[in-house]
DNA sequence: GGCCAGGTTCGCT
DNA sequence: AGCGAACATGGC
């Protein structure tokens, strides 16, 4: 546990236009809790960061409209000099980069498409504050529900994270590689999650601890050499490394084609109503190239929705 | 209670 | 190359 009583910074940022943030924030948290640290309510998103030595509170909000898009960030920091860091990571966080201008004039034109970027106007990206942090939740989310997903990643953070209480509020940070590597198998138990599954992320947090794997370099890093280092991990394979070069990388063109739910809803929207193949949702997916991370992107924001295909 | 969830690996043909 | 089983758990 931390407390502190340093200030707090502000900075305004500028997202590229059209930019939601609201609609972007909903997204980027969507099916989070406190547990995980990051909260979207009243207008304001927040996380808790951890880089090893700080432990920041990212505070976001929209001063902005859709096609004149305002942010503002507050960082409080637990130490000096972290603030510019936790800065860049806000701005990625909610995709505030994002260029979805390219993407829409493609889609406008596209039969299953067109609909989305009109009824998702101003949707970006969210970018995970950290390849590791997505990492472990593509692999924990695999081949399951997403609510069971969330069960297996709150009893993660919970077991492993750091936490901050700031003003009273409890906040726990995703954990570092490092805390991961060192969980004893005792305290594995209360995090609901297969032996395989645990073995897969103890051993990717052991070699991103020891620095013999260096995650965030991947974000420099081609999508076909990312795609191959992600691969050669045990328990990554294809749906996962292309979920990675969407939410973690920012790439262009990643597409799970391996999804289920994606596959179900290209049958219903592009097909006879019948769940797509994996090959056959690829095939189709290469009309949309090289939007296809958008392209992902907004048929999740429509599967996501009550009702949703 | 059985089957399926926003997969991946491993061991067989 | 391609197929099936195993993996843990929550919800219908």
């Known amino acids: 546990m931390v407390e502190d009583m340093l200030e707090p910074s502000k900075e305004r940022i500028m997202p590229t236009a059209p930019f939601d943030f609201d609609m972007t924030a909903r997204f980027a948290t969507r099916g989070l809790g406190r547990h995980a640290g990051d909260v979207y309510e009243s207008g304001v998103y927040s996380k808790l960061l951890d880089d090893g030595d700080s432990l920041p509170l990212i505070r ?20 000096d000099g972290d603030t510019a860091a936790a800065n860049r990571t806000a701005r990625s966080l909610v995709g505030a980069d994002d260029d979805v201008t390219g993407f829409y004039g493609m889609a406008e034109r596209d039969a299953v498409l067109s609909s989305l970027v009109r009824e998702f106007r101003g949707l970006h990206i969210p970018q ?37 209480v700031i003003d009273g509020a409890e906040w726990i940070a995703f954990p570092r590689p490092d805390a991961v590597a060192a969980a004893s198998v ?41 795609t191959e280092a992600l691969i050669a991990l045990k328990g990554v394979g294809a749906w996962t490394a292309n979920w990675l070069l969407i939410q973690a990388l920012g790439q262009p063109d990643g597409f799970p084609h391996g999804d289920l739910a994606l596959q179900r809803a290209m049958g219903n929207l592009a097909g006879d109503g019948q769940r797509m193949t994996a090959d056959e949702a690829l095939d189709y997916s290469e009309r949309w ?21």
């Open 60 to 79: 976001i909000s929209s001063t902005g409209a859709v096609d004149a898009p305002k942010l503002e960030v507050e960082v409080m920091p637990t130490n």
């Open 128 to 164: 995970s504050a950290t390849v590791f942090e997505a990492l472990v939740k593509s692999i924990l989310s695999q081949q399951i529900s997403s609510q069971v997903a969330r069960v297996l990643r709150d009893g993660l953070v919970d077991a492993f994270g750091t936490t901050r």
């Open 289 to 309: 190239s090289p939007y296809r991370s958008h392209a992902t992107t907004y048929l999740f924001a429509a599967i996501r929705q009550p009702g949703g295909p």
């Open 186 to 226: 005792e305290s594995w138990r209360a995090v609901k999650l297969s032996k395989r599954k645990v073995a897969y992320i103890t051993e990717i947090a052991r070699a991103a601890a020891s620095g013999e794997l260096d995650l965030e370099a991947l974000k420099t890093a081609t999508a076909s050499e990312a």
